[in-house]
């Protein structure tokens, strides 16, 4: 049984630069959250997707959008990137309140 | 807006020995977890706990619950090097939302 699939597994872009971060849930999971991970930080919540809509949202500027596709995959936008933006992306899947279950990450350096 | 606090943030300990990490949090919640994160590595699901009094136990770790003090305990028996790791407990905001809120982390080295 396949995990939680994040890709690419690292990117580097430069400020200004949009990107695009894709996540594939564990399977029979139907809700996708992201985290942000700084550095030597606890990960941040950024928004979560269910039934193909942002459920929920964190702190986080309008800069960051995502999308849920029918198959219950996710991919998170990121627009007009920062210097601040360099950091672990994390997917979590999970069936509505029960544990999430983390990807590997994606590591943005952006410069 | 829900805090969670973590402490200490950083623990140097010897293998065999005993110790606790702690972690508080701000608002009402009826759901905590813990996790293990190893350098540049994912966060990997310890514990769950789910109600008032809860405590679960994983080998040399046992995690307890109390919702009335809003406070979570993480406790090492006997440690041996590798659970060395950084370890996050993390809470849902409640309200029917399940975003989490992590802690900063513990960051805990082993030594032989």
């Known amino acids: 049984d396949a995990g939680v699939t994040q890709s690419p597994t690292h990117l580097i872009k430069t400020r200004g630069q949009q990107v695009t971060l894709r996540c594939s849930p564990k399977s029979g999971h139907d809700t996708v959250s992201w985290y942000q991970q700084a550095l030597g930080q606890g990960p941040q919540f950024i928004f979560q997707?269910?039934?193909?809509?942002?459920?929920q949202r964190g702190n986080f500027p309008d800069r960051f959008s995502g999308h849920q596709f029918p198959n219950y995959s996710s991919e998170l936008n990121v627009n007009a990137l920062l210097l601040g933006d360099s950091a672990l992306y994390l997917c979590a899947s999970s069936l509505v309140r029960d544990r999430p279950y983390f990807g590997p990450g994606t590591r943005l350096t952006v410069t | 807006e829900l805090k969670v606090e973590q402490n200490p943030l950083f623990l140097s300990m010897q293998e065999g020995k005993n110790y606790t990490i702690y972690c508080n949090y701000s608002?009402?919640?009826?759901?905590l977890y813990w996790y293990r994160q190893d350098p540049g590595k994912s966060l990997e699901s310890l514990f769950v706990?789910?109600?008032?009094?809860a405590v679960k136990q994983e080998g040399r770790l046992m995690a307890s619950l109390d919702t009335k003090a809003r406070l979570s305990t993480l406790h090492i028996t006997a440690a041996v090097h590798d659970l060395s790791a950084t370890y996050f407990c993390a809470v849902e905001s409640g309200g029917g939302a399940d975003g989490l809120t992590f802690g900063k982390g513990t960051h805990l080295i082993i030594q032989p």
């Open positions: 997707y269910y039934e193909e809509e942002e459920r």
């Open positions: 706990l789910l109600s008032n009094g």
């Open positions: 608002t009402t919640s009826d759901r």
